[in-house]
């Protein structure tokens, strides 16, 4: 307990030093270089071109989302920058006289017109320029040997921002700590003494970019950046151009957690930008910016904002989750507790208060808890405010929520003065464990089939001070649904105390494959308070006919599908365009996917065989010779029925699997233990026999 008091004392606190890497192995405290202003107290907030615009970007189109970041209100609650990142340059990016240059075609009036547009808008400019020289075919603009002569045309042009990438840098096999210092000083000693926010962007990172040593790595970054820097990243880039993925949010954000003792006022972790429905879904996004909230990062959005849905703006607007960012103590985050599938993040805030964030990694809903005491506070009375719902409650000490898969909770702890409040119940989400008399794996997202009887259950737990009574709870599923309640409701629930409600739920024979779900509707009365209600959600996935005769299992439809970079191919190799090649030999019928991944079919117990082939494509070879192992799968019901070990490119395997009694089937595919770079694997001609 002594040892997660220190940790947790250690890392709430903003560091007043920033360590630097002296020498190989050893850290010590940065004094030659000049500190970086603060510029930015809170981190700052924007949207930046790159994922939602790509490069494709012009000055109509730049002040087209200017417009619409004022008109649906994101200004007002606090993006003020618009960032124009790689693809504002010309075809040859310098001129003559040394000067950068503005593409004619796409910006005919200059970038000043533009800058002032933006600023009359009341907004912030920022701009894109790298750290190396610029190399053409390996990067598109670069500021090296140029960096005074940039900062003062940046400066001139009225830009607030700057962004400096090291794709040149890399590819010019420079020390990113040299050059980006270097740059630093250049920004602060502009002609026109402008303030600008500098973005150092190195993304590089092993494996995802090569074999690099850590010094050239973003994952260095924190040992000098805070002392230059406003911002800096801390991973590689969260996705690809219209395809951000939840798995690589986490990824970015574990990596972003490495060192928040660095992180204050003015310096902060940068775990790349906001992905709204570029790939995730509503309850993934909304993880991720509670996730960059409580991480005290830059809120940078990347989708094209003109195109967002209310919900999505309503999210990104929350004032409650907003605050939780721009915290005057610029905290970020910890964990408390083991790494998981579920875990709790605590920021400390400036009123003494904690942010909370209960996260579920997993693909499962799942009941979270934690304690006023493992994050720092003490007393007997709680109050709670749910960042998201505004709702607020009061617990005797335990926080806890129902937390959907991918989902998180947020809330704002601090002692609870006064008159008791409304006490903090936790209203589980519906949970399916059983599907006729199967129950069900841990951590799966439930799949039925039309004709299915399903035992349901709802946990209800008291954490208040004050007991209530009458607890209820009301069931319901999708059209034609039949719900049976198999418990007696007990008359009060004393704090501490929980119950399980359980239920049975059939479909009818007819039921139509596709999304459905179970909705709980719990209530009770309280004293002073009245009935209290919550209503909690549980998507269920209804089956599509299992596969009939001796088939091709990838012309059958799969359930869900997903790989590590774009999306599985069905008869052709991951990102299409090649078909299905293992050691010259060429397959009609398969799966291409990147590592990792999970293909989940529908089976019903009707299918007695699976066979095929496992390896890793033959097109890996028109990449390079780097990368190119993975581990392959087959999982039916949760249990592992093949395993083909480490297969590279010259390893292919054969697998023959009996399916007798599976209901859902899962092909699955691991990364060997080495990154995903250029594992492009491939399920071979797999034939179900049903």
């Not at 004094?31 to 700052?44: G, K, R």
């Not at 920058?81 to 009036?109: C, H, M, T, Y």
Request: charge should be negative; aromatic fraction near 8%; include cysteine.
């Amino acid at each position: 307990m002594k040892r997660l008091s220190a940790l947790l004392a250690a890392a709430l606190v903003s560091a007043s030093l920033v360590t630097t890497t002296t020498s190989a192995g050893a850290t010590g405290v940065t004094t030659a270089q000049p500190q970086a202003d603060v510029l930015s107290p809170t981190p700052y907030m924007g949207w930046n071109t790159y994922y939602g615009l790509a490069g494709d970007f012009t000055e109509e189109s730049v002040k087209s989302v200017a417009d619409s970041m004022v008109s649906r209100g994101l200004a007002k609650a606090g993006y003020d920058i618009v960032w124009l990142d790689g693809g504002w340059q010309a075809d040859v990016p310098r001129s003559e006289a040394g000067d950068l240059q503005p593409n004619p075609a796409k910006f005919p009036n200059g970038l000043k017109p533009l800058v002032d547009y933006i600023h009359s808008k009341g907004l912030k400019a920022g701009i894109y320029t790298d750290a190396g020289p610029y190399i053409p075919g390996k990067c598109g603009l670069g500021s090296g040997g140029y960096y005074q002569r940039d900062a003062d045309q940046f400066a001139a042009w009225g830009f607030d921002a700057v962004k400096v990438d090291y794709l040149c840098g890399i590819a010019a096999d420079l020390d990113p700590k040299t050059v980006f210092t270097e740059f630093a000083q250049a920004l602060r000693n502009n002609a026109s003494k402008r303030p600008m926010i500098f973005n150092l962007c190195n993304p590089v990172t092993s494996p995802d970019w090569g074999n690099y040593p850590e010094s050239q790595q973003s994952i260095n970054s924190w040992s000098y950046a805070p002392g230059i820097a406003q911002s800096w990243r801390t991973y590689t880039d969260v996705g690809f151009l219209g395809d951000i993925k939840f798995k690589d949010v986490l990824r970015n954000y574990d990596a972003n957690a490495r060192h928040p003792e660095v992180v204050k006022p003015g310096a902060f972790s940068d775990p790349d930008y906001l992905g709204p429905e570029l790939g995730m879904t509503d309850e993934e996004f909304r993880s991720q910016f509670t996730l960059w909230a409580v991480a005290a990062a830059p809120l940078v959005i990347g989708s094209d904002v003109r195109k967002l849905s209310a919900t999505t703006i309503a999210t990104l607007t929350d004032p409650d989750v907003i605050a939780i960012n721009q915290d005057k103590a610029a905290v970020q985050a910890v964990r408390v507790g083991a790494a998981g599938t579920t875990e709790t993040w605590v920021k400390r805030l400036a009123d003494g208060s904690r942010a909370v964030v209960l996260l579920n990694r997993g693909d499962s809903a799942k009941t979270i808890t934690t304690t006023a005491a493992a994050v720092g506070l003490s007393g007997d009375r709680f109050t709670l405010k749910n960042a998201w719902t505004n709702a607020v409650t009061e617990s005797a000490g335990t926080i806890s929520a129902a937390v959907p898969a991918h989902g998180t909770a947020l809330f704002r702890v601090q002692p609870a003065t006064g008159l008791p409040g409304i006490p903090h119940v936790t209203a589980g989400i519906p949970q399916v464990m059983k599907v006729g008399t199967d129950g069900q794996p841990e951590g799966v997202a439930p799949v039925v089939a039309g004709g299915d009887e399903l035992t349901v259950q709802v946990a209800v737990r008291n954490d208040g001070v004050l007991p209530v009574f009458k607890p209820a709870v009301k069931v319901a599923g999708g059209t034609g649904w039949i719900v049976k309640s198999l418990t007696k409701a007990p008359a009060l629930l004393a704090s501490g105390q929980q119950a399980a409600f359980a239920f049975t739920v059939k479909l009818p024979a007819g039921a139509p494959a596709g999304s459905a779900s179970l909705t709980a509707t719990t209530s009770y009365e309280t004293l002073g308070y009245g009935v209290q209600r919550q209503t909690t959600v549980s998507p269920v996935i209804v089956a599509p006919e299992p596969p009939d005769g001796t088939v091709p299992l990838s012309h059958h439809d799969w359930i869900s599908a997903t790989s590590g970079w774009m999306s599985p191919t069905i008869d052709e190799s991951v990102g299409g365009g090649n078909p299905i090649k293992l050691l010259g030999t060429t397959y009609q019928t398969g799966i291409g996917v990147a590592s990792p991944s999970t293909v989940r079919y529908y089976l019903g117990k009707a299918c007695a065989r699976l066979t095929g082939t496992v390896g890793i494509d033959d097109v890996v070879s028109n990449v390079g010779p780097d990368g190119g192992t993975a581990t392959f799968q087959v999982i039916g019901d949760g249990k592992v029925l093949f395993d083909s070990g480490v297969v590279d490119r010259f390893t292919p395997k054969q697998f023959d699997v009996d399916l007798t009694g599976v209901r859902v089937l899962d092909l699955f595919v691991g990364d060997a233990g080495d990154g995903g770079y250029n594992d492009r694997a491939d399920w071979a001609a797999p034939t179900a026999t049903c």
